[in-house]
């Protein structure tokens, strides 16, 4: 019983630990079989044993094509069976991924976020008229308040006006406009004034009757 004891740094490396040894070792008896249509169908076998290991990917799409690829990548690329997907190689498997781009559409201007780009280019597609004007204005008072939870300071309209006459290419000048943007004072009082009504509400107690009454 002792000689016939194994530890796992004896054994050999798992391709996939996430199927276990005895995965491996039918892969690897899979392999040493030399009739192709016994081979065939102890893959077809292990494809199945696969498939039950992993019933919650069941409605994911190409699982059966993912559970095939695994199969080679198990056997070291050595399993010679009909699959019916294109069989994986060992190239394909090192290739790396072609870097992400990453979505900027306005790096010099990070604190506004995309979503103020994507709101500004929609904004520019509107006919013009009333409805656009006041699309213009929102946008520049959500930008100012972006700014202003950056910036953590004050800032005049007139820089507000400026980036966002550039970030629409210059479609969107508020500049010759008379109105004026919301106060910086009213633009971060929701988040001062929300803290100040929850520390109140903590701190307030109740006695008796007068739980729940209105002041006037």
Known sequence: MIDNLEYNSEREK????????????????AVAIEDREERNKVANAIIGVMGNLNPHLRDVPD??????DQLFI??????????????????MLAERPEPLEYPQNHPKYRFYGNNIKRMIDECVSWEDGDLKDALKFTIANHMKKSYLNWNKDTVEDEVIFHHLF???????????????????????????????????????????????????
């Open 14 to 29: 798992l391709i996939i630990p996430e199927y276990g040894r005895h995965i491996q070792k039918m892969v690897n008896d």
């Open 74 to 91: 198990i056997s070291d690329f050595r399993l010679d069976v009909d699959s019916p997907y294109p069989k994986p190689t060992r190239e």
């Open 166 to 216: 550039e970030l629409s290419d210059g479609q969107i000048n508020l500049a010759k406009w008379d109105e004026d943007l919301a106060e910086s004072k009213n633009l971060v009082r929701t988040n001062n004034s929300s803290s100040q009504s929850h520390k109140s509400r903590s701190g307030r107690k109740h006695h008796g009757k007068g739980r729940g009454k209105k002041r006037y």
């Open 63 to 68: 699982f059966q094509h993912k559970l095939w």
